[in-house]
C-alpha cells in the first residue's frame, strides 16, 4: 500500500493524451488507471514498459517509473526489472505490432511465467506507420499493405501464450465495462499474465474497413476465438524459482588476482601468433602465456580463431603482451609468429607469406612454409611432444619462444601453470616448458 491515497495515477502535466480523437489506446490507459487506483499500488514500485508504437507513447502520462525502448522489446525490459526487484509492479503495454516484431519474447515471457502483465493493444495495424498490416489483421483486412485483402491467418495471441506457457489469458475489446476489472486480475495474478484487448484504430483501420464498436463486438466471434477469460493456473513463479536455484549453485571459484611477481623485459607492444590444430590445447596454452605475462607486470590480450567443429581443424591464438594499456587489439605484423601443425599452417598461409624481416618465426622442422621475409627458427617440436605427453606441442613452443626473446622469465610462465592448471597434468606441462626451453637453447 502507498502512504497516501491516490485519485489518480496519470499525468496532466503534458497534456492531453496523444491520439487520434476515438483511438481505442485513450480508453485502455483509463482503464488501467482505473485499475491502478483501485489497487493503490506504490508508485515508486510500479513500472509501465513500452516499447515502439502508439501505444508506446503513454509511459509518460503515468506518475510511476518508466522504461521505453526497442520496437517488441519491451517484455525483454520488464524480465530484467522484475528480476532485478522483486518488489516491482511490472506493466507492460504493447500493440500488436510489437507482439509480431517481438514474437520470441513473448514466447519466451510464457515460458517462464514471470510475475509480469501484458497488455496488449491490438488495433491489427500498424497505426503510427501508416497502418500496415500486422500479424493481428484479419483475413480480408484492408490495409496499405493488402490492399485486395489481407490472405494471412492472424495469430491467436492468448492461444500462443498458453501454449508456451501462460498461467492467464484474457481476450476482450477496449468497451469492456469491466475491463479494470480484469486488469486489477491479470496484475494480482502470481506469474505472466496477458489481456488481449481489442480496440479501433480511427486513423487507418476503422476508415479502409469501415469499422466501428457494433463491428469491434462482432469480430472476436466471426474470427473463431474466444473471448472473456481464457486460461486460469498456478505453476511456479519464474522468479522466485530462479532465486531459489541460485542458492543451491555450489561456490564460486576463488579466482585469485594476477599481481606482478616477475619483471619483463618489453619497450614496446608486442604480438605473438601461435597457430596449430584443434585439441591440442592450443587457445590453453596460450592463455597460460597470456596469464603469465600480467604476472609480469605487463598488460595483455588474447583473441582466439577456431571452427565451430570439435577436435578438428585449426586453432590460432593471437596474444599482444605491453609495458602500457593496450589501445589496438589486432596484431598486423607480429614480433612471433609459432606454427605447430599443417591445419596452423593452412590457416595461417597467407600471412606467414606477407611477414617481413622483423617477425621471428618459430616452426615445427616438418612443416613446408610458403616463401616469407621471415627469420625462421625449425625446431622439433611434434618429436618433443611425443615425449612429453599429449597436448604439451603449445606449451613446448612457447617455452622455447620465452627462451628465445627473454620477453619475460620461463618461471613466470611455470608459475602461471601451477596456479591455473589442474594438479595432475601440472608436472607434465612443466617438463613441457622446459624441453621447450632446451630446444631453444641448443
Known amino acids: 500500500m502507498t502512504d497516501q491515497y491516490h485519485e489518480t ?46 501505444i508506446g507513447l503513454a509511459d509518460r502520462y503515468f506518475k510511476a517509473n518508466s522504461f521505453h525502448g526497442l520496437h517488441g522489446r519491451s517484455l525483454t525490459y520488464a524480465t530484467g526489472l522484475k528480476l532485478a526487484n522483486p518488489e516491482l509492479t511490472v506493466v507492460v503495454l504493447m500493440g500488436d505490432g510489437g507482439c509480431g516484431i517481438g514474437g520470441a519474447h513473448l514466447l519466451s515471457a510464457a515460458r517462464r511465467n514471470l510475475d509480469i502483465t501484458l497488455i496488449i493493444a491490438n488495433n491489427f495495424n500498424y497505426g503510427m506507420t501508416g497502418g500496415q498490416h500486422s500479424v493481428t489483421t484479419p483475413i480480408g483486412g484492408l490495409t496499405p499493405t493488402t490492399p485486395g485483402g489481407n490472405v494471412e491467418r492472424a495469430i491467436d495471441i492468448c492461444a500462443i501464450g498458453a501454449g508456451a506457457g501462460a498461467t492467464w489469458a484474457y481476450r476482450g475489446i477496449s468497451y469492456d465495462k469491466d475491463l479494470d476489472e480484469r486488469i486489477i486480475e491479470g496484475i494480482k495474478h502470481p506469474g505472466f499474465s496477458i489481456l488481449d484487448i481489442w480496440e479501433l484504430c480511427t486513423a487507418y483501420y476503422m476508415p479502409r474497413n469501415e469499422y466501428n464498436k457494433k463491428e469491434l463486438y462482432k469480430l472476436i466471434e466471426t474470427s473463431g476465438l474466444n473471448s472473456g477469460l ?23 571459484k576463488d579466482i585469485s588476482a594476477l599481481e606482478p611477481v616477475f619483471g619483463h623485459k618489453l619497450k614496446e607492444q608486442t604480438g605473438v601468433v601461435i597457430a596449430g590444430s584443434a585439441g591440442e590445447k592450443i587457445r590453453s596454452a596460450a592463455s597460460l602465456f597470456s596469464r603469465a605475462g600480467i604476472m609480469s607486470n605487463l598488460h595483455a590480450t588474447q583473441k582466439d580463431d577456431y571452427p565451430i567443429t570439435v577436435m578438428t581443424g585449426h586453432s590460432v591464438s593471437e596474444i599482444n603482451l605491453s609495458p602500457v594499456t593496450i589501445e589496438y587489439t589486432a596484431i598486423d605484423s607480429p614480433d612471433y609468429f609459432v606454427i605447430v601443425s599443417e591445419d596452423g599452417l593452412k590457416k595461417t598461409a597467407a600471412l606467414v607469406a606477407s611477414l617481413g624481416s622483423t617477425t621471428h618465426l618459430i616452426v615445427d622442422e616438418g612443416l613446408q612454409i610458403p616463401d616469407t621475409a621471415a627469420t625462421i627458427e625449425r625446431l622439433p617440436l611434434v618429436r618433443s611432444a611425443k615425449k612429453a605427453g599429449q597436448f604439451t606441442i603449445g606449451l613446448i613452443a612457447l617455452g622455447a619462444l620465452i627462451e628465445r626473446s627473454e620477453i619475460y622469465p620461463t618461471e613466470a610462465l611455470r608459475e602461471s601453470v601451477r596456479r591455473h592448471q589442474k594438479p595432475g597434468i601440472v608436472e607434465t606441462n612443466l617438463r613441457a616448458i622446459d624441453l621447450g626451453s632446451e630446444l631453444a637453447a641448443d
Open 230 to 252: 481464457i486460461v486460469q493456473s498456478e505453476r511456479g513463479e519464474f522468479g522466485a524459482m530462479y532465486r531459489e536455484s541460485a542458492g543451491n549453485l555450489p561456490p564460486a
Open 9 to 54: 495515477y496519470m499525468t496532466d502535466a503534458l497534456g492531453p493524451l496523444p491520439f487520434c480523437p476515438g483511438c481505442g489506446h485513450e480508453r485502455i490507459l483509463k482503464d488501467l488507471d482505473s485499475a491502478l487506483t483501485k489497487m493503490q499500488i506504490d508508485p515508486r514500485k510500479l513500472v509501465i514498459v513500452t516499447d515502439i508504437g502508439c
